[in-house]
């Protein structure tokens, strides 16, 4: 069995300075919910053996808020390809990881995310669908489960949604 884990980046800043937009940082509300992710993901016991992050800042530092709010020490590779990355470069990455990973964090970027949520899910609660297919806001939460021994066997519409959370709701 493996957990894949999606993780939206928090909100970003969209005034300041910046050069380009894999530069924009978190805003204050973006800082705030990372910390209010990190205690949530605490109580959860969210324990991922592997956390790929996109290089850009905001989802940077998404999860160094996410990690030091929980006081976690997870083990982070960044990941360039995740920046603007579609549904099926997510489900790429993800099939370059073989046994010794079981739980699998990926913090990134819409339309990506929601688009690779939607496309590796076909069996789970139908709220937790009406709710994925109305907004995948930022700060959110998805969590899928296959019935595989390697990610590497993932395919689309094998998993199970398992739990989907936004931050003004479930992280409040």
């Given at each position: 069995?493996?957990?894949l884990y999606l993780?939206?980046?928090?909100?970003?800043?969209?005034?300041?300075?910046?050069?380009?937009?894999?530069?924009?940082?978190?805003?204050?509300?973006?800082?705030?919910?990372?910390?209010?992710?990190?205690?949530?993901?605490?109580?959860?016991?969210?324990?991922?053996?592997?956390?790929?992050?996109?290089?850009?800042?905001?989802?940077?530092?998404?999860?160094?808020?996410?990690?030091?709010?929980?006081?976690?020490?997870?083990?982070?590779?960044?990941?360039?390809?995740?920046?603007?990355?579609?549904?099926?470069?997510?489900?790429?990455?993800?099939?370059?990881?073989?046994?010794?990973?079981?739980?699998?964090?990926?913090?990134?970027?819409?339309?990506?995310?929601?688009?690779?949520?939607?496309?590796?899910?076909?069996?789970?609660?139908?709220?937790?669908?009406?709710?994925?297919?109305?907004?995948?806001?930022?700060?959110?939460?998805?969590?899928?489960?296959?019935?595989?021994?390697?990610f590497s066997d993932v395919?689309?519409?094998?998993?199970?949604?398992?739990?989907?959370?936004?931050?003004?709701?479930?992280?409040?």
């Amino acid at each position: 069995m493996k957990q894949l884990y999606l993780l939206r980046h928090a909100k970003s800043c969209w005034k300041g300075d910046f050069s380009c937009d894999h530069d924009r940082h978190l805003n204050k509300r973006g800082y705030r919910a990372a910390a209010k992710i990190g205690k949530r993901f605490a109580e959860m016991q969210i324990q991922p053996d592997l956390v790929l992050c996109s290089t850009a800042t905001r989802a940077q530092e998404t999860f160094s808020g996410i990690v030091e709010a929980g006081g976690f020490e997870w083990n982070m590779k960044p990941e360039p390809r995740l920046y603007g990355a579609s549904a099926n470069t997510i489900l790429a990455i993800i099939k370059e990881y073989g046994p010794a990973v079981n739980n699998l964090m990926i913090i990134g970027h819409n339309p990506g995310l929601e688009d690779a949520a939607m496309a590796l899910s076909t069996k789970g609660k139908k709220s937790l669908f009406d709710r994925l297919y109305h907004k995948v806001p930022t700060g959110s939460f998805i969590s899928i489960e296959f019935d595989v021994p390697c990610f590497s066997d993932v395919s689309a519409r094998s998993g199970k949604l398992i739990d989907f959370m936004r931050p003004k709701i479930e992280f409040a």
